[in-house]
């Protein structure tokens, strides 16, 4: 059952959550900055932005979120620290004494592991906005706890 849309701003809402083993998402537009939040059931495990300096790559065919969120679904760790975030933090520790052999000749990839876990438990939402520094600043409330009353499990901004 879909979670209902989160609304943080009178004129800002978060779509419904959309399960990464349903991707892709043909409701993303294809040139967009935004804020994503990725859940495991009620717990907030990362939120992040896409869409860095949008303003100078609206031309682009795609670029930004639909991106970001294609590079999460993916699970491959080379270029996205969420997916680093997954495999070191969630993947690696569940591992058995018995996989270690087959990482060795290649029946088992860290990558489709990584891909695996995303797809069987994550969900994601997101919000799109009009520039990259108001995707900044969203973030940020995302990370330390304001948009969502909890800190994000992988990627939570720690107080000094």
């Not at 896409?50 to 999460?72: D, F, P, Q, V």
């Not at 948009?147 to 994000?152: D, I, N, S, T, V």
Request: positive net charge; charged residues 25%; contains cysteine.
């Amino acid at each position: 059952m879909p979670m209902k849309p989160l609304k943080i701003k009178s004129n800002m809402q978060f779509s419904e959550r959309y399960k990464f083993s349903d991707w892709p998402n043909n409701t993303i537009p294809k040139v967009a900055a935004g804020i994503y939040a990725i859940w495991n059931g009620d717990e907030l495990f990362y939120c992040g932005m896409s869409g860095r300096e949008i303003e100078k790559n609206l031309h682009k065919k795609k670029y930004g979120l639909i991106t970001r969120l294609h590079s999460h679904a993916t699970g491959r760790l080379s270029g996205d620290l969420f997916c680093v975030y997954v495999a070191n933090r969630l993947v690696i520790p569940s591992l058995k004494t018995t996989d270690f052999p087959l990482f060795a000749n290649g029946e088992l990839k860290l990558d489709s592991l990584t891909k695996s876990y995303i797809h069987d438990h994550l969900e994601y939402q997101y919000v799109l906005v009009n520039s990259s520094s108001e995707a900044f600043a969203v973030e940020i409330k995302g990370r330390n706890g304001e948009l969502f009353g909890q800190k994000p499990r992988l990627n939570p901004i720690i107080a000094k």
